[in-house]
């Protein structure tokens, strides 16, 4: 197929160059990907980290693996299965309550000034930066979740690593939207987020965020209650 295509008989500056004018809509770059390998090859070494050095560059590595969750994180939200909604309150029935990744809507930008809102003070020298507030809004059930997607810059070396690993905290089966990860803590159960959230007349948190082994966040907020 790649050498059927007029593409290929055009440099790979041409064709990077066109490539970028599909930046609008990441998916469309996820498309071009599948249409042979030198294609694949170009989007995952150079626009992806292109995008990534643009919107993320100080959580830029040079592997492509880790520029393509990057840039997933980026410009998806994690849907509200995996931002633990399923788990806790049972599928919807609602044919347009997004549940998958998808892609995010608003600002793609992540900024640590979200993430200091959100961790406990004894964490908030860690760099964990989130996507800016409100997120996607879905409608579920009795309430409206606003979903936020993050990652902590350096994980494994960041305070709420050391507590979750010390205190030996179990993980549960609420699967990363970023990469392959099956299993994430739970930030409020472990006491990483911020004091005051929180909880609804039924008993459901403001505020929960689970956190992977590569430190990609996934979460959702709720209206604050009337009776707080």
């Known amino acids: ?11 790979d500056d041409i064709v990077l160059a066109v490539f970028a004018k599909l930046e609008d809509d990441p998916r469309h770059w996820a498309r071009v990907a599948c249409v ?8 995952r070494h150079f ?20 520029c393509a969750s990057l840039l997933k994180l980026a410009v998806c939200c994690p849907g509200l299965r995996h931002a633990g909604i399923a788990a806790d309150r049972g599928a919807s029935k609602n044919p347009k309550t997004s549940r998958k990744p ?3 809507r608003g600002n793609w930008d ?42 902590f810059k350096d994980f494994k070396t960041s305070r709420v690593w050391t507590s979750l690993d010390g205190d030996k905290r179990k993980k549960l ?8 990860c099956r299993y994430t803590w739970d930030l409020h159960s472990a006491f990483c987020l911020r004091r ?5 007349i039924d008993g459901e948190p403001v505020v929960r965020a689970y956190v992977c082994e590569n430190g990609h966040v996934s979460g959702a907020w709720t209206d604050v209650p009337l009776f707080s």
């Open 1 to 11: 197929m790649e050498e059927d295509c007029g593409f290929s008989m055009l440099n």
């Open 36 to 43: 042979c390998t030198r294609f694949s090859s170009l989007i």
């Open 47 to 66: 626009c992806w980290k292109t995008k990534c050095s643009q919107t993320l560059p100080s959580l830029l590595s040079d592997s492509p693996a880790t």
């Open 102 to 104: 998808h892609l995010a």
């Open 110 to 151: 992540l900024r640590r000034e979200q993430g200091c809102k959100l961790l406990a003070r004894q964490f908030r020298d860690d760099c964990l930066y989130l996507c800016d507030w409100p997120g996607c809004v879905h409608p579920h059930k009795k309430r409206k979740y606003m979903l936020f997607r993050g990652i």
């Open 173 to 180: 089966p609420v699967e990363c939207a970023f990469c392959t």
């Open 196 to 200: 005051g959230f929180r909880y609804q």
